[in-house]
């Protein structure tokens, strides 16, 4: 047997070693040099092949406050490209001069900070829908400058949103069809609402002057705004999930978003690319100081990454304008006629597998300057590798415990240490037969999905066989019904186990209210009536875990207390006589049954802690002797 | 009967009755003893206090009324102190007998600083599912919470223009009577990369240092004694409302209890003091009469 | 009929489980869609748990006065607030209806009432209770019999004494212990590590548990044991 455990744990720390290699393997981005080398495959226009399969949309509708997107280019300004030496040009009519030193240079030309060293990438560890920036700053930014990135417009970008001529039909019929029903329905709505608004006025006031009139207000109130106002704006909202739920999904199998958001964003992007070439993201009017690094992003970069302090920005959506902006509606009446009120903006979520160029607009003041990023595609990324610690992790302690139980199954002879609380069952339960009392048995306050309340019904079993053995009485009182459920089956398992179902009751495993101090009362209350001589606490306790313990001890009890809740052990310490501490209520299953299942799993648990310790060891040594231990640091911490 | 034999025998109910008159009397007449604040409340307090106006905080208040008197003063406070600096609270509750008492806090600070429902604040109410409601919202909060308490759809809400998701918030605390810390940080806070704060009843708080400690919640108000922390704090940096002289802030409530909880737990370590005298004493008169025996 | 009782659920928690372990490592759209859709079934689920929960407790307390069990008394006065209630709580009963025309609470209704001038002192009162069994426990339990008992009973002391403003008054006025100080080491050091200890030792066990039942070794919550 002894062979056994050393073949799992020499696995085990190969597993580990092997685990160890790849989270060195950190996920840096590829090096791009060029500011227009692309990363991944540029999918060419009508490249079915190269596009990834596309996600089901996120709401990109806004309801707009009237904000207003900054101008793209500040009017008359003109645009200086990447390269272009700014000394002794004009930048703009009505050029700034600027106060920082180092930012002027003599012959009046000024020089805003530009990136270099740029690299654009697909960002890993989302679904896809995000690009990647990183550079850095050549020349100082201050608390007035601001940075947009933009994307360029192209027809194919277009075409993504564009609508086949069946999904326009689809549209088109569910539109009329919720015209329809909408024009016997807004009417009323609005009236009521007005009516409603005067109503509250008067109302109000009514109460204030204490008027007769109040009670015939109160009234009409309630008939315009519950009858009317509620009811018909419900149906309205029944009519809007309607035209959702059936222009959920394109006919092409692109189905990242409804119909309705595809046919807005298509507009609203047509629009902006009708004002200029270039369209804002959600990088747009931001302060670079704001901006953070690579060494902020261990999850992207790793925990120790090369050149930490270059600046990270990732573009997920494109902001685009309500196309009422330059004179065209997305609908004609909309609101008379849909109900339906456009966003002043939406964000349009990047689609994986569209390569997208980009370009960085550096203002200060009434300075623009504008550089061209490069490109790159976005990927649709399935597997999340900052959380690649975590999975390795979990694969190891399941094979663990599986290997553990396999083990278990076919040595039954487990050594597990004597646990107290647990040997005294036996006498407590002894002693409520020879006094004629029953024993009180509870599986705590939490429900059954619960794992700690899980273990409780686990022992409650074992316990109803030794008090069926004993011939003695069970009462177990649940705050849960689902808990009820169970605990009736497992206790009628364990009577029938023992050879005694003649002597089960159904009645003794009963609900009593979900309500916890009313619980508790009335716990308490069968405590003091009938004076159980045993009183088991398993499982997850609250607040009262004080109040049932000592209204056991002062009946004069034996109390038997098992929980992890951390913060009732003092209490349950303190007033029972035996407790099982933490995880010894998972362990007093495996050594009241003695399965093999049970006695398995403990033995995984003991291993996966001792590997546990081994790492909490090596860390504060690596620490103490101050060597690198970022390769441990990737290995265990959540990134 | 000697004095020890009197101690250690001592009724239950007079030990009930000197309890009583250390609560009541120290709130009839209060003692003001000072209160110094900690960073585990500071870590709360500043997170907050940094925040830009227009930032969003998801408001948690995991507690019933057997908790009021630690968490419903930390409650006002935590929403008096966004108002404050103009950032919209979100509140929500996971626990079903919550909803009264914030609905109380909501509506008693939204008066006092004259703010709008959907607009400079929103009270979401109550979902059964617990860990469920908060995997629902990193979703989307307006398809878990469709409308608000008081039944109005949340989706059009102004306020939710620009917060979509958990991830979207500028901060979470949660102010737990029970579990839920575990709950928010495991599936809300750490997940979605979202700063959280933790205030809980004080038998609660010693376990969740080791979250504190390794950084999962910036800070830890423990208690009666933590939400005292956190009104020292709010009056000391804003001593009027608004800034308005004529509306001085008044004491907290938790401020007040401090009092009464110092009283108690000075008659109750005296108590221990005393009695393990006694035990001590009657355990070596025991032992000389046996030996004389 | 048998497969639905034993196998199917065993089928069931191990496709469930592992979908969702494994989208956890999946960051798509349609990974987060699968997502909201579980948690969407499982707070209709836990919704149906509550009207359970109340059959229950209706069954429980019509049968408990039908059979005139010992107590049946109470079992009258839960009902009724039950249902007075739980009628206050779905119906839009005004204070008009009941009498109370003078009683004008806009917004407000008797459901608001009861819960805050009932349930919430009542509810407050319970959990009061706990002041004073702290105190006698306390009296009477916290004995120095051993060396770890009286570790205890010093860590407590001290714990509660500095953690009141008291304890802060008696350090700078009356001794030069420092209780607070001590309050708080005590809680960021031993306590932590304690606490840390038994923290990772329980959630290992919660992981064998959820391994035990994806893997369907373990089916206690079918009912009936294995």
């Avoid at chain 2, 802030?249 to 003091?273: C, N, W, Y």
């Amino acid at each position: 047997m002894r062979r056994s455990w050393l073949v799992l744990l020499a696995i085990l720390m190969l597993l580990g070693a092997f685990s160890l290699s790849l989270a060195q393997t950190t996920d840096e981005p590829p090096d791009t040099d060029a500011p227009d080398q692309e990363v991944g495959a540029p999918v060419e226009p009508g490249d079915e092949e190269g596009q990834e399969p596309a996600l089901p949309a996120e709401d990109v509708e806004e309801a707009g406050e009237g904000e207003e997107e900054p101008a793209m280019e500040a009017p008359g300004d003109e645009e200086i490209s990447a390269g272009d030496e700014l000394a002794g040009e004009e930048v703009a009519a009505e050029e700034t001069e600027l106060e920082e030193p180092g930012l002027g240079t003599p012959g009046g030309g000024l020089v805003l900070p530009r990136p270099n060293q740029v690299e654009v990438f697909d960002v890993p560890n989302d679904g896809g829908a995000g690009l990647g920036v990183l550079w850095y700053w050549d020349g100082a930014t201050s608390a007035q400058t601001r940075i947009y990135i933009e994307v360029k417009s192209s027809p194919e970008l277009l075409d993504e949103y564009r609508l086949t001529d069946d999904e326009w039909n689809r549209l088109s019929r569910e539109l009329d069809a919720l015209e329809a029903d909408l024009r016997d329905i807004l009417p009323v709505r609005n009236a009521a609402r007005a009516e409603t608004v005067e109503l509250d006025i008067a109302l109000r006031k009514a109460i204030a002057d204490e008027s007769p009139e109040a009670a015939r207000l109160r009234r009409e109130y309630w008939q315009k705004q519950i009858v009317e106002n509620e009811r018909m704006q419900t149906r309205r909202d029944k009519l809007w999930d309607r035209l959702q739920r059936r222009t959920g999904r394109s006919s092409a199998g692109d189905d990242r978003l409804p119909l309705l958001e595809k046919y807005q964003a298509f507009r609203y992007l047509e629009a902006a690319f009708a004002q200029g070439e270039w369209i804002s993201t959600n990088i747009a009017n931001v302060n670079p100081e704001m901006i953070e690094t690579k060494a902020d992003y261990p999850d992207l970069f790793g925990l120790d990454p090369e050149e930490a302090d270059k600046l990270y920005a990732a573009v997920n959506s494109l902001r685009a304008v309500n196309p009422a902006a330059i004179g065209e509606e997305l609908f004609v009446n909309a609101e008379a006629r849909y109900d339906y009120q456009a966003p002043n903006t939406v964000s349009i979520p990047l689609t994986p597998g569209v390569h997208y160029d980009l370009r960085m607009v550096v203002m200060e003041g009434e300075l623009i300057q504008t550089h061209d990023l490069g490109g790159a595609a976005t990927r649709t990324n399935y597997l999340d590798r900052s959380k690649l610690n975590n999975l390795i992790f979990a694969a190891v302690f399941a094979a663990l415990i599986l290997s553990a139980i396999a083990i278990a199954r076919r040595n039954p002879k487990m050594f597990i240490r004597r646990i107290s609380g647990l040997e005294a069952v036996d006498e407590a339960i002894g002693r409520a037969t020879e006094m004629g009392k029953p024993v009180l048995y509870l599986c705590g306050l939490d429900p059954l999905s619960t794992l700690p309340t899980i273990a409780a019904v686990n022992i409650l079993g074992r316990v109803a066989r030794r008090i069926a053995d004993y011939d003695s009485d069970l009462l177990v009182p649940c705050r849960d019904p689902v808990v009820l459920t169970v605990a009736q089956e497992v206790v009628k398992e364990g009577y029938i186990d023992a050879g005694r179902p003649d002597a089960y009751r159904e009645d003794n495993i009963f609900f009593v209210t979900d309500d916890q101090f009313s619980y508790t009362a009335a716990t308490c209350g069968i405590m003091m009536r009938e004076k159980p001589a045993a009183n088991f606490f398993m499982g997850y306790y609250y607040a009262e875990s004080l109040l049932l313990a000592e209204t056991g001890a002062s009946t004069g009890a034996i109390q038997i207390a098992g929980t992890d809740a951390l913060h009732q052990l003092p209490f349950f310490i303190t007033t029972c006589d035996y407790t099982l501490i933490g995880e010894e209520l998972y362990a007093a299953s495996a050594y009241l049954s003695r399965e093999p299942m049970l006695l398995g799993s403990l033995k995984g648990q003991d291993i996966g802690k001792a590997m546990v310790m081994l790492l909490i060891i090596l860390q504060t040594l690596f620490f103490i002797i101050s060597a690198n231990w970022n390769w441990l640091r990737m290995l265990v911490e959540p990134l | 009967m000697d004095f020890v034999s009197f101690v250690l025998n001592l009724d239950r109910r007079v030990i009930y009755t000197i309890v009583a008159l250390c609560v009541v009397v120290p709130l009839v007449k209060p003692l003001s003893l000072p209160i110094d604040t900690t960073p585990e409340v500071e870590g709360i307090y500043d997170v907050i206090e940094q925040l830009p106006a227009g930032s969003h905080v998801l408001v948690a208040g995991d507690f019933d009324p057997a908790s009021k008197p630690e968490l419903f003063p930390m409650l006002e406070a935590v929403l008096a102190h966004c108002f404050e600096k103009d950032i919209h609270p979100h509140l929500l509750t996971l626990w079903p007998a919550g909803p009264g008492l914030m609905q109380r806090a909501i509506e008693n600070q939204a008066a006092i600083y004259n703010k709008q429902s959907g607009t400079d604040y929103c009270f979401l109410g109550f979902r059964y599912g617990s860990a469920a409601v908060v995997l629902g919202m990193t979703g989307s909060v307006t398809e878990t919470f469709t409308t608000d308490f008081y039944g109005t759809p949340t989706a059009t809400m102004p306020i939710y223009e620009d917060v979509h998701r958990v991830a979207d918030f500028d901060y979470i605390i949660d102010l737990a009577a029970g579990a839920t810390v575990e709950i928010w940080i495991a599936y809300g806070a750490e997940p979605q990369g979202v700063p959280m704060g933790a205030s809980c009843t004080a038998v609660s708080a010693a376990g969740y240092y080791p979250y504190l400690q390794a950084g999962q919640i910036t800070g830890l108000a423990g208690g009666m004694l933590g939400t005292a922390e956190y009104e020292v704090l709010l009056s000391r940096n804003y001593p009027d409302i608004q800034g308005d002289k004529s509306r001085p802030r008044p004491t907290g409530e938790a401020t007040k209890g401090m009092d009464a909880q110092s009283a108690v737990h000075v008659f109750i370590v005296l108590s221990i003091i005393v009695a393990n005298v006694c035990f001590y004493l009657s355990v070596r008169r025991e032992r000389e009469e046996r030996r004389k025996a | 009929m048998l497969f639905f009782k034993r196998q199917w659920p065993v089928i069931v928690a191990f496709v469930v489980g592992i979908v969702m372990w494994a989208r956890y490592y999946i960051p798509t759209d349609e990974s987060q869609t699968l997502q909201d859709e579980f948690t969407r079934w499982a707070r209709i689920l836990v919704g149906f748990a509550a009207i359970l929960g109340i059959l229950s407790l209706l069954h429980h307390h019509v049968s408990k006065i039908r059979l005139k069990k010992p107590g049946f008394g109470f079992s009258y006065i839960t009902l009724a607030a039950f249902i007075v209630m739980g009628l206050a709580g779905l119906l839009p009963i005004s204070w008009r209806w009941l009498g109370f025309a003078g009683m004008q609470i806009h917004g407000e209704g008797p459901w608001n009432w009861m819960f805050n001038n009932m349930f919430v002192p009542m509810q407050a009162t319970m959990f009061s209770v706990l002041a004073f069994f702290i105190a006698s426990a306390a009296f009477r339990a916290f004995r120095a019999r051993s060396m770890e008992a009286t570790s205890l009973l010093l860590a407590a002391c001290i714990m509660m004494i500095g953690r009141v403003p008291i304890g802060k008054w008696i350090a700078d006025s009356v001794t030069f212990f420092n209780t607070p100080e001590a309050a708080s080491w005590l809680l960021n050091i031993p306590n932590a590590a304690a606490q840390r200890g038994i923290l990772l030792g329980v959630l290992l066990s919660q992981i064998a548990i959820a391994v035990r039942i994806i893997f369907g070794i373990e089916r206690t919550y079918m009912g009936g044991g294995d």
